[in-house]
C-alpha cells in the first residue's frame, strides 16, 4: 500500500470512529432526555387556571394538587380527614375548631406559613367580591382568628359536619399572600407542596419542577411536565411510544387497546365520581317537571353504562355508593327509562318537536354522552342539537347559565354528600358551583340540617332525605357513577389514584 493510500484509510478510519462516537453521544443525550426521574402526564384539556381559590375543575386540581397543600389530607384508601399543613386539632365545643399547624414551613416564595397565612387565604375563598366557586367549601365559618403564629381559630355559628372533609378539599389549599398580592397565582402560583411551578405555555404544557426546600424529603421526580394532548387516540400512542408516562380518566372504547400495550399498568378502581344530564331551572322548558320527567324517562342510562367496559356503574342516585350518604333505597325515586312513557308525556304536554340544545365540553366522555342522548331523545320527540365548547369556555358559560342542557360531572374529592348537594344543588350556588340554578327550599333545609350537625347518623338521615327529593325533581338526570382509572409505564412506581379521581405525585418515582 502506497503512502499516499495508507493515509486515505486513515482519514477514513477515523472520520467512521468520530461519526460513531458523535452517533453514541446522541444517542446518549437521546436517553437522558427521557431521564427516569421525570413524568410527562397527558391531558386532553388545558387547565383553567393555576389558583385553588379561582378554580374549580379536575383538570386545573391535578396540577395544583401537586403545588399547594391543605391543612388536612384523605387517607387514599379510607377517605378519612388526617393532619397535613395542620399538626393537630381540637374541638373545645361543636362550633369551635383549634387548628394547631406545622412550624417552619415556608411557601415557595420564601416567605413564611403561618396562621396570617391561613387567616388570609380562607378570607379570600369567603370574599364576594373575589366570588370562589367553592366559597361554598368554608360558607358555614363565621370567624377567623389568629390565636398566634402556628394557631388559627375557626368559629362557625351552627355545628359544621363536614368541616374536616372540606378543610382537605384541594380548593381549601392555602397559598402564599404575598404571591396573592403582588401578583397573579392563577398564572404564576405559590404554595407550600412538593413541587414548584415551571411554566405555562398555555395550549401546549405546564412543567413543574421538584422543591429541593420541601419541608418533608423532596419528591424524588425532579420534573413533571402535564403536555395537552386533544386527541386521545395520540395521548395512548404517545403512551405506547415512551412520550407520556401517565395518562387517567381512560376512555371506555379505547380500553381494550390501552389494556393490550405492552409495558403500561392500568388501574381501575369504584370511584365517588358523579356525571350527569343538566337542565337550566332558569328557562322553559326545561324549569317544568313535566318535562324533565320526560327525559329522565327517555334516557337509557343503563344502555349508555354498558358501552363503558366496566368503567362506569348505572345508579340513578344523585348521592353514589361510595360518598357518605348513599342509602340504596333511594333509586326507589328514580325515573327508569320507559320510552313510551317519555313519548307520551312529549306528546300530552305540547313538547313534541321541542329544539333542545346540547351544550357539551370538547371531551370524550361528554361527547360520547351527548351522542347517545341526542339519539335517544330524537326517538322520543324532540329536536336534538349538539353545540361543543373548549373546556374554560364551557365552565365560564355554564356557571353564567347560557345553555338549556348540559353534561357535567362532580368527582367530590370530599366523599362527602353534603358536599356534594350543597355546591351542586343548593341555591346559595346559583352563579357558582350550581350550574343547574336549581333553587327548592325543602331541599336547601335539609341539605343545611345535613351540615349544621355533627351527629353523622343524623347526616346520613337528612342528606338520604334530600338525595330523594333532588332524584323526584330531577334537575339532574344521573348517567353514571365513575369509576376511577389510570394507565402508566411500567417504570412508574407508587402511582394511587383514590375513589375521588386524585392522585399526588410526591411519592411516584421511576425505575
Known amino acids: 500500500m502506497s503512502k499516499r493510500m495508507f493515509q486515505l484509510f486513515m482519514l477514513v478510519l477515523i472520520t467512521i470512529i468520530t461519526l460513531v ?21 397527558a391531558t386532553t384539556t388545558d387547565a383553567a387556571g393555576l389558583s385553588p381559590i379561582d378554580t374549580n375543575d379536575s383538570v386545573s386540581s391535578n396540577v395544583t394538587y401537586q403545588i399547594y397543600e391543605t391543612l388536612f389530607t384523605q387517607d387514599p384508601e379510607t377517605l378519612e ?24 414551613i415556608k411557601f415557595h416564595d420564601g416567605t413564611p406559613f403561618n396562621a396570617k397565612a391561613v387567616k388570609y387565604t380562607f378570607e379570600q375563598i369567603k370574599d364576594p367580591e373575589r366570588a370562589a366557586p367553592r366559597a361554598s367549601l ?10 398566634d403564629e402556628y394557631t388559627v381559630v375557626l368559629k362557625t355559628e351552627k355545628p359544621y359536619g363536614p368541616m374536616l372533609a372540606a378543610l382537605s ?17 392563577n398564572k404564576d402560583p405559590v404554595g407550600t407542596g412538593p413541587f414548584v411551578f415551571g411554566e405555562w405555555v398555555e395550549g401546549d404544557h405546564i412543567t413543574l419542577k421538584r422543591n429541593e426546600d420541601y419541608w418533608k424529603d423532596p419528591a424524588s421526580l425532579e420534573k413533571v411536565t402535564f403536555k395537552v394532548v386533544p386527541e386521545t387516540s395520540t395521548a395512548i400512542s404517545m ?19 390501552i389494556e393490550s400495550l405492552k409495558g403500561v399498568e392500568v388501574q381501575k378502581s369504584e370511584g365517588t365520581r358523579v356525571s350527569y344530564l343538566g337542565f337550566n331551572m332558569d328557562k322553559a322548558p326545561f324549569n317544568e317537571l313535566k318535562f324533565r320527567q320526560a327525559v329522565a324517562y327517555g334516557v337509557n342510562q343503563e344502555a349508555y353504562v354498558k358501552q363503558l367496559n366496566g368503567l362506569g356503574t348505572h345508579n ?8 357518605f350518604g348513599y342509602n340504596e333505597k333511594a333509586k326507589e325515586a328514580s325515573y327508569p327509562y320507559d320510552k313510551e312513557k317519555a313519548s307520551q308525556l312529549i306528546e300530552e304536554n305540547g313538547y313534541s318537536g321541542q329544539k333542545v340544545t346540547l351544550l357539551t365540553a370538547n371531551r370524550d366522555n361528554y361527547m360520547k354522552m351527548a351522542e347517545i342522548v341526542q339519539a335517544q331523545l330524537t326517538e322520543i320527540g324532540l329536536n336534538v342539537e349538539i353545540e361543543t365548547m373548549e373546556w374554560a369556555t364551557f365552565l365560564e358559560t355554564g356557571r353564567k347559565g347560557n345553555y338549556e342542557m348540559t353534561f ?21 350556588n346559583i352563579d357558582s358551583s350550581n350550574f343547574s340554578r336549581y333553587s327548592n327550599d325543602a331541599f336547601d333545609k335539609l341539605v343545611e340540617e ?14 338520604h332525605e334530600a338525595n330523594v327529593m333532588a332524584i323526584k325533581d330531577a334537575p339532574w338526570v344521573v348517567m353514571q357513577h365513575g369509576t376511577v382509572t389510570a394507565a402508566y409505564d411500567e417504570s412508574v412506581k407508587g402511582l394511587v389514584v383514590d375513589p375521588t379521581g386524585q392522585w399526588l405525585l410526591y411519592n411516584v418515582s421511576r425505575e
Do not use: M
Open 21 to 41: 462516537g458523535c452517533s453514541e453521544s446522541s444517542s446518549g443525550e437521546n436517553s437522558s432526555s427521557e431521564a427516569p426521574n421525570e413524568v410527562t402526564y
Open 81 to 104: 380527614a388526617k393532619p397535613l399543613l395542620a399538626k393537630s386539632y381540637e374541638t373545645p365545643d361543636d362550633n369551635t375548631w383549634v387548628i394547631h399547624l406545622r412550624e417552619d
Open 138 to 147: 368554608l360558607e358555614p365559618i363565621s370567624s377567623i382568628e389568629v390565636r
Open 169 to 185: 378539599h384541594t380548593n381549601a389549599a392555602i397559598v402564599s399572600p404575598t404571591a396573592d398580592k403582588e401578583g397573579d397565582i
Open 239 to 257: 403512551l405506547e411510544t415512551g412520550k407520556v408516562q401517565f395518562i387517567d380518566a381512560l376512555p371506555s372504547d379505547q380500553l381494550p387497546r
Open 316 to 323: 340513578e342516585s344523585v348521592i353514589g355508593p361510595k360518598v
Open 408 to 428: 357535567l360531572g362532580w368527582s367530590n374529592s370530599t366523599a362527602d354528600g353534603s358536599e356534594l348537594l350543597y355546591p351542586n344543588l343548593h341555591s346559595d
Open 450 to 463: 345535613s351540615r349544621e350537625t355533627v351527629d353523622q347518623e343524623v347526616r346520613k338521615e337528612k342528606l
